[in-house]
């Protein structure tokens, strides 16, 4: 269907706007808050995230995923922000967005136990576990070796396994 609603808005047709967004937004909202942990950041990268994917839907391949193309637009946007508001951030803040051992009992929230993984574990689980792109699509989205994503991925599970096991 995503194929349909992509050849649509090259042909300028968005009536069925609202369905891709909905298909895709939670795809493009964990990418974005794993990287700025910004609920209200995150709404505002989203909306430029779609515009760019909008301005440049010529460019989109139909034979390739549009959810990676879309993903990466996100990345980037997320990224370039992070970058250019990090010096603004306080090591006090980031200390408190790391919850403690005993703060992490409700196993369910998603927030929470990516706050126990780096970075790159943390956007490897979001790209390929929740946003359920091939770990090729993760690769190319991060510019990193097929191999380096999958020990990547396998050590975040890992962690987070280690870490629910001592939970319960």
Do not use: C
Request: no cysteine; glycine share 4%.
């Amino acid at each position: 269907m995503l194929k349909h609603y992509i050849k649509e808005f090259k042909d300028r047709n968005y009536s069925h706007f609202d369905a891709f967004y909905e298909e895709t937004s939670q795809k493009v909202f964990f990418t974005i808050i794993g990287i700025v942990k910004d609920k209200m950041i995150t709404e505002d990268l989203m909306q430029d995230t779609y515009m760019q994917f909008l301005a440049k839907i010529d460019d989109v391949d139909p034979g390739h995923n549009p959810v990676a193309y879309l993903v990466t637009i996100g990345r980037n946007y997320a990224l370039n922000h992070y970058t250019k508001y990090k010096r603004e951030i306080q090591n006090d803040d980031i200390l408190e967005t790391i919850p403690s051992r005993d703060e992490v009992k409700d196993e369910g929230d998603i927030y929470t136990l990516l706050d126990l993984l780096d970075h790159d574990e943390r956007e490897v689980v979001v790209l390929h576990t929740i946003n359920d792109l091939k770990f090729r699509e993760v690769s190319d989205i991060m510019d990193k070796p097929l191999g380096t994503v999958l020990w990547l991925h396998k050590k975040a599970l890992e962690k987070l396994k280690k870490k629910l096991g001592d939970e319960g």
